[in-house]
């Protein structure tokens, strides 16, 4: 069973860039045949998605951040990363990073790391 | 964006009960539609996805069903650890959205 865990700072100031990975061990990141995500929740709200990669490397972004948003892979350290530009308060979240098999279409994220906050203050 | 709802908002049951939780979408999702469980500070669980594929390890108390715009998510027999909130998610078009939740309380 895959295992995937986030990772970064917890405290990121007003304006500055939010940076997380995530770690995937108990398989590989680039065997095919997955999407790999990041979902953020802010407190007390529901689940927000960010955006996927694909394991060729393919994005795909939620158009509310789009301009603020990339995804990369690192298949060397098997780990994936989120950076958001120019933070604000309301991107203070817990955020997740989740994997999603793509075989038929239908299947939905399976495995999730557990949680990080991220908080945006000065 | 697919907008999508949830009802109810809130829920009191008891052990024991059934349950049933409706999702709506405000365009047709086809069946690509997945529901969760999540336990405060934990991440989401998967347990049903396709509208009503049961997830490997899920209770089979847990079913879904519906296609288009409406479906919805029934606990058979309300358990203990079913309390949670549950949450609908679309991704038949991109971006991927999320319900509003639906909190289930002990009565």
Known sequence: ?122 | DIQLTQSPSFLSASVGDKVTITCRARQGVGSFLAWYQQKPGKAPKLLIYGASTLQSGAPSRFSGSGSGTEFTLTISSLQTEDFATYYCQQQNSYPITFGPGTKVDIK
């Not at chain 1, 990772?7 to 790999?36: A, F, M, Q, R």
């Not at chain 1, 939620?62 to 603020?68: D, I, T």
């Open chain 1, 1 to 122: 069973q895959p295992q995937l865990q986030e990772s970064g700072p917890g405290l990121v100031k007003p304006s500055e860039t939010l940076s997380l990975s995530c770690n995937v061990s108990g398989g590989s990141i680039d065997s095919g045949s997955y999407y790999w995500g990041w979902i953020r929740q802010p407190p007390g709200k529901a689940l927000e998605w960010i955006g996927n990669i694909y394991y060729s490397g393919k994005t795909f972004y939620n158009p509310s951040l789009k301009s603020r948003v990339t995804i990369s892979l690192d298949t060397s350290k098997n780990r994936f990363s989120l950076r958001v530009t120019s933070v604000s308060v309301a991107d203070t979240a817990v955020y997740h990073c989740a994997r999603r098999p793509s075989f038929s279409g239908y299947e939905s994220f399976d495995y999730w790391g557990q949680g990080i906050l991220v908080t945006v203050s000065s």
